[in-house]
């Protein structure tokens, strides 16, 4: 009741931790979770000594029972007194097995349990970016004996979705060294990928056991693509880098190869090379993002209420007068009477060349009014004239007057009008 009343401090007002389902499964293994807990609780050398106890008695396969004087003679490096009390722990918590009638000590299946998953771990501890490996080791270990768990999958998947984040991260910044940092650590977990995919391949043909495994199956393989992928966008933005290099001699050497350099150096190394070459010492200032947010906010805060608000004045006192009337341009009046004048047929050509070449387009655009009805009161004359305007698909030769070429066309006088 004690262990229970513990728990539900955690736990919201009302609700008891066996209704909680996150708890069933560990719950169920409450013996391998307690022989945990022995084994690694305390300080770190405590922690130690009895891990080096506990394997080095699971290690002897060929003889598992320990005698105490054995015990002793094999751990004559510890005190008497404090492997005693690492003995006695891991007896009190089932993690060794004491046979009273043959006196003698024996690894229990807990005990054993946690060595095989600490020896697995350890084994890929010191590969490089091995805890891919390691993830695809439990699930094919899992999967070979019918007990694959979709959270070993899921815990594959978070790993691939923390590199891809990575990567991005350093294909945004831009920055050669972080580019070839990361160019590094994918072909290093490429390999686990590989081993990896293999895993997965061997899953897929013999059939995963639900749904939500296949589901994790299917998302492992679409990062692993995005990830293999990722090597040709490094070398491209690698290769944008190399065009941009600035070449500080004829040597060749680059403000690259400068940079990295310099960040092989000391800081104390870095004040030498700095001594009497700087007029002014440069004050470093260290922000982070999220400061810099809090106090921009502060600032605008701070200063929105002083902020000074520009008003427009009022409205001066004006006079309003009617519109003047404008006097139609002089081309208009001269192309009126001129047309109105005509006798027979005219060309364009004749009608609009003239002066220069903004006067014949004036003219010519003024032609267009010809014939229609709606027009403005200064247009009436020339839009009454009994004329049709005709083009044809030919151009005249012009050549004066800034003119060089015009569409042939031609002013028809209308004979019923003209007879009226």
């Not at 396969?61 to 054995?70: K, N, Q, T, V």
């Not at 427009?312 to 003047?324: C, F, K, V």
């Amino acid at each position: 009741m004690s262990e229970q009343n513990s728990l539900a401090e955690f736990l919201a007002p009302g609700i008891i931790p066996e209704d909680v389902p996150q708890f069933f499964p560990l719950f169920a293994a409450k013996t391998q979770i307690g022989a945990m807990i022995a084994l690694f609780r305390g300080g770190d050398e405590e922690v130690l000594v009895r891990l080096v106890v506990l394997r080095e008695i699971g290690l002897r396969a060929d003889a598992p029972d320990w005698s105490p004087r054995e015990l002793e003679s094999h751990f004559a490096f510890f005190a008497t007194a404090k492997l005693n009390t690492v003995l006695n722990r891991l007896r009190e918590h089932e993690l060794l097995l004491w046979n009273a009638e043959q006196r003698v000590y024996r690894l229990s299946s807990a005990g054993r349990m946690m060595l095989a998953s600490l020896s697995n771990l350890l084994s890929f501890s010191t590969e490089q970016d091995g805890e891919l490996g390691f993830y695809a080791a439990q699930i094919a270990a899992g999967s070979s004996v019918g007990k694959l768990s979709p959270e070993a999958l899921a815990h594959l998947l978070a790993r691939l979705a923390e590199l891809e984040s990575e990567f991005e991260q350093a294909i945004t910044s831009g920055s050669e060294f972080r580019l070839r940092s990361a160019q590094n650590k994918l072909e290093s977990v490429q390999q686990w990928m590989s081993k990896a995919n293999e895993v997965m391949k061997n899953l897929g043909v013999d059939g995963f056991p639900d749904d939500a495994s296949w589901r994790l199956a299917q998302e492992i393989g679409n990062r692993q693509s995005r990830l293999s992928r990722m090597s040709s966008i490094f070398q491209r933005e690698l290769a944008a880098i190399a065009r941009q290099q600035v070449h500080l001699s004829q040597g060749g050497l680059s403000s690259s190869e400068l940079a990295g350099w310099l960040k092989n150096l000391t800081l104390d190394e870095l004040a030498d090379l700095a001594e009497n070459q700087l007029a002014f010492t440069p004050e470093t200032t260290f922000l982070l993002p999220d400061v810099m947010l809090d106090n921009t906010e502060e600032f605008f805060e701070r200063e929105q209420p002083k902020k000074r608000v520009s008003v427009l004045p009022s409205p001066a006192e004006i006079e309003y007068i009617d519109d003047m009337p404008v006097e139609p341009p002089p081309q208009l009046a001269a192309l009126t009477r001129m047309l109105q004048g005509l006798q027979e047929d005219m060309s364009v050509t004749d009608a609009v060349v003239g002066e220069s070449f903004s006067a014949a387009s004036y003219r010519l655009s003024l032609l267009t009014f010809i014939g229609e009805r709606n027009v403005d009161p200064e247009l009436e004359p020339l839009a009454q004239l009994p004329l049709t305007l005709k083009w044809r698909d030919e151009l005249d030769e012009v050549h004066r007057n800034d003119v060089a070429h015009l569409s042939r066309g031609e002013l028809i006088l209308n004979k019923e009008a003209t007879n009226e």
